[in-house]
């Protein structure tokens, strides 16, 4: 069973930066792909950001290219989510997701608020 856990939210005035890590902790770690999602209130829960483990290959929903950058330190087992030029749009609670293309996992979320 793989844990995720998230960290580095927090509150941030518009046009701030934060950076989001997920560790990952457990049975032997060695995903297809580990991605970022947001939940922002009253909405679903929508994908942020995806990292191509074995390629490297990143993808990112239209509203953050450019803004958000996802990363890993394989050795840490720690995917990274840097989000910079935040703006209140962006304010959600964030998930890692391990993707292993037979199942996936979720950890517990990290909130993100950015006040104008």
């Known amino acids: 069973q793989v844990q995720l856990v998230e960290s580095g939210g927090g509150s941030v005035q518009a046009g701030g930066s934060l950076r989001l890590s997920c560790a990952a902790s457990?049975?032997?770690?060695?995903?297809?792909?580990m991605d970022w999602y947001r939940r922002a209130p009253g909405k679903d829960r929508d994908l942020v950001a995806r990292?191509?483990?074995?390629?490297?290959?990143?993808n990112y929903t239209k509203a953050v290219e450019g803004r958000f950058t996802i990363s890993r330190d394989r050795a840490k087992k720690t995917v990274y989510l840097q989000m910079d030029s935040l703006n209140p749009e962006d304010t959600a609670s964030y998930y890692c997701?391990?993707?292993?293309?037979?199942?996936?996992?979720w950890g517990q979320g990290t909130q993100v608020t950015v006040s104008s």
């Open positions: 457990g049975r032997t770690f060695n995903p297809f792909a």
């Open positions: 990292f191509m483990w074995i390629t490297g290959n990143t």
């Open positions: 997701r391990e993707d292993d293309a037979v199942r996936d996992y």
